[in-house]
């Protein structure tokens, strides 16, 4: 039966199976846990902390509603942060394009296909992999920022 219905939800209407009644409490409750996670150990990592700062810097839309921090890597020095929001994608991507042109960034990558957009930008220390898209309403965005050396 929750099949059926994770089912019909993603196929007839296209919405997000994360905000279903049944997945949502579990999905919020992970969410929290990895960011508390993340946090803490960005607390004793002062390389974490410089890239949580690039990540904090970014231009967020006025109805950006954060969902999660996390995506911690052994390998390298990595986060992500996730937000959902109604704002259209060409309005955040050019407000973020002036950003990180204006302070010197190189657009690396962009592919635009219809349901999901990136664009990764790159400086001399970081790299940021901007992806919008996915199913349903409001619209999740997500930054992964790396330090490049370390």
Not at 22 to 39: L, M, S, Y
Request: aromatic letters at 10%; glycine letters at 8%.
């Amino acid at each position: 039966m929750l099949a059926m219905c994770f089912l019909v939800c993603a196929v007839g209407s296209g919405c997000n199976p994360r905000e279903l009644p049944v997945f949502k409490k579990v999905a919020q409750e992970i969410d929290e846990a990895g960011t508390r996670a993340a946090e803490e150990a960005i607390k004793k990592d002062p390389k974490l902390q410089m890239v949580n700062e690039v990540c904090s810097a970014i231009p967020l839309p006025a109805d950006a509603k954060f969902i999660r921090k996390g995506d911690l890597d052994d390998q390298k020095i990595t986060i992500g942060v996730y937000y959902s929001s109604r704002t259209p994608y060409q309005d955040l991507a050019s407000a973020w394009n002036e950003y990180f042109t204006s302070a010197g960034w190189r657009l690396l990558g962009r592919d635009e296909s219809e349901r999901r957009k990136i664009l990764v930008y790159e400086n001399d220390a970081y790299e940021v992999n901007i992806q919008y898209g996915g199913m349903g309403e409001p619209t999740v965005f997500s930054f992964g920022c790396t330090l490049k050396k370390h």
